[in-house]
């Protein structure tokens, strides 16, 4: 609380006067040192403005990592690494510090003294940048137990509450029997990103939500369900960008779940409703090639171009046009080795890592053009390309990276 100081007011003056200080409106408030400071116990943060809105509004704010990770704080759609910045000058801390915007700092007239006690004198303060997601766990975690089909759900183990590794003494790990399954929110607690950073990445790695747990669909049960769904388009000579959602299901629910089928549609398609109000599929022509093509490009290490890309047309429903584009994110080309080549390359191959990432793709490869190189970049950096110079055999490093953070 205010207490009365027993300096006089003459004695602050004189003191102000050495020290070059100016009289100014307002009390003069003399900062006494609390006994127990709590350098430990506080910190300080500077908040971005959109941080400071959510807190202003109650909006939920958390910090998020494992033991073994860097912090980082999260807002519900923003993440935001956790910075240690130093100060060269003490930083004061003060409960009871009055400010012109304070109501009460107006009672006290112009040089009438009050004392404000310091609670914690810091060297150092929280500071926040914004960061792309740190999405690379929640790949590995979804990899953990990739759905394989109804038939291989039997037994397996999930890492639900109960069996938490909280509930274990410290440095005791608990021994998982199999593969885990994972709930959103046991995924909020592991995965440093924002809800709503999450949900999209768990859109973006074409996860599913299965009894309650975010599943990642095993590559040969994808491939299973789709070409079932292609398989019966073409024997029922249904058009691809027509496909009647209830007419699937009652051909391919004795043969797959009813999840697993709406799910692909939902991949490889778009939904619309007829006139009369019947659930239907637009098939995208350019995901359905894509599918074809990845499909072939797993099985080998690399193929002829020219062979490949014979192939990859004539695999797809008539109709459909293949395209090299299809496969930008997917697949790399060696136009100059003889023969040409091409070869199954995905950006989940790839480090999250900017830096990382940059140094894996030019040791693949030493020149790249924007064209090809955006797929591999588009979804956690921004090229500014200060200089792209050429000389010699050497392509110079973009000289500036700025993480996306909208």
Not at 65 to 89: F, H, M, Q
Request: net charge negative; glycine share 6%; with cysteine.
């Amino acid at each position: 609380g205010i207490q009365e100081s027993r300096r006089t007011e003459e004695e602050v003056h004189v003191t102000a006067q050495a020290a070059g200080l100016s009289r100014s409106h307002g009390p003069v408030q003399l900062l006494r040192f609390s006994p127990h400071l709590n350098a430990q116990e506080l910190k300080l943060m500077e908040l971005p403005s959109d941080v400071l809105e959510a807190l202003k509004k109650g909006d939920r704010v958390v910090v998020r990592g494992d033991p073994s990770d860097e912090a980082v704080l999260c807002t519900g759609n923003r993440t935001y690494e956790l910075k240690i910045a130093e100060t060269s000058n003490a930083l004061l801390l003060s409960p009871d510090l009055f400010v012109p915007s304070n109501a009460q700092f107006q009672r006290f007239g112009d040089g009438s003294l009050v004392s404000s006690q310091v609670v914690a004198c810091l060297g150092d303060y929280f500071e926040l940048r914004c960061c792309q997601p740190k999405t690379q766990k929640l790949r590995e975690l979804l990899s953990e137990c990739p759905y394989k089909g109804p038939e291989y759900e039997g037994g397996l183990v999930d890492l639900g509450a109960s069996e938490s590794m909280d509930t274990f003494p410290e440095g005791v790990q608990k021994k998982r029997k199999g593969p885990h399954k994972y709930t959103v929110e046991e995924l909020k607690e592991r995965v440093q990103a924002s809800d709503a950073e999450l949900l999209e990445s768990l859109e973006q790695q074409q996860a599913c939500p299965v009894d309650g747990f975010w599943r990642v669909f095993d590559p040969d049960y994808r491939d299973r369900v789709v070409l079932s769904i292609l398989t019966l388009l073409e024997e029922e000579d249904w058009n691809y960008f027509e496909v009647p959602l209830e007419g699937c299901m009652g051909k391919l629910l004795q043969l797959e779940p009813r999840f697993a089928i709406e799910h692909c549609l939902k991949w490889y398609g778009t939904a619309f409703t007829s006139d009369m109000g019947e659930a239907f599929y637009k098939l995208s022509e350019e995901k359905v090639c894509q599918f074809y093509g990845e499909m072939i490009l797993r099985q080998g290490v690399k193929f002829s171009y020219h062979e490949f890309m014979k192939s990859w047309q004539d695999s797809v429903p008539e109709g459909m046009t293949t395209s090299l584009h299809q496969l930008k994110g997917i697949a790399l080309t060696d136009m100059s080795a003889t023969p040409p080549a091409i070869w199954f390359y995905p950006v989940t191959a790839l480090p999250q890592d900017a830096t990382e990432r940059f140094n894996r793709l030019f040791s693949l490869r030493e020149k790249w053009t924007q064209a090809d190189i955006e797929p591999y970049i588009r979804l956690v950096l921004v090229v500014v390309l200060a200089t792209v110079q050429v000389n010699g055999s050497t392509a110079m490093y973009p000289r500036q990276l700025r993480v996306v953070c909208n």
